[in-house]
């Protein structure tokens, strides 16, 4: 076996590609050759969804590619190969993406991220105004 010491991963979405590791400062993913899908392990999410500049360079995939993607749905988890659940983010609905239950790792196409990043700030700049 070769990429041992390479920490890569069988994409959920494409047959045969792998992803590997993106390090963006504190903040770790995967991400596809092939469709620049983005993994990420528990907790991860949480930290992208604070960093817009982390996000910019992580998700550089075309948003074309990942809308054809999202209606991929199926797939297993990279980590323990469990079957994946499609779910929709609960603000914002139109963005799908797939989750594990067993390690809580999340797969998101192309885009998916992007949107959902700039969905958090500008509802957390229209708290911020409406507060006085
Ligand atoms: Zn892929
Ligand atoms: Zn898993």
Do not use: Y
């Amino acid at each position: 076996m070769s990429d041992t010491e390479i920490d890569t991963l069988p994409c959920p979405k494409c047959e045969g590609a792998s992803m590997h590791p993106v390090t963006v400062g504190e903040i770790t993913v995967h991400r596809c050759k092939e469709c620049s899908g983005i993994w990420l392990d528990e907790g991860q999410r949480l930290k992208l969804q604070k960093d817009k500049h982390a996000v910019e360079e992580i998700d550089i995939g075309s948003h074309e590619v990942g809308h054809e993607h999202d209606s991929i749905t199926g797939g297993n988890c990279p980590r323990c190969n469990q079957p994946l659940r499609h779910i929709h983010d609960k603000a914002q609905k139109q963005i799908g993406f797939e989750v594990c239950r067993a390690c809580r790792g999340s797969f998101f196409d192309a885009g998916e991220l992007t949107d959902l990043t700039h969905f958090s700030l500008s509802e957390r700049i229209r708290a911020l105004l409406s507060r006085d």
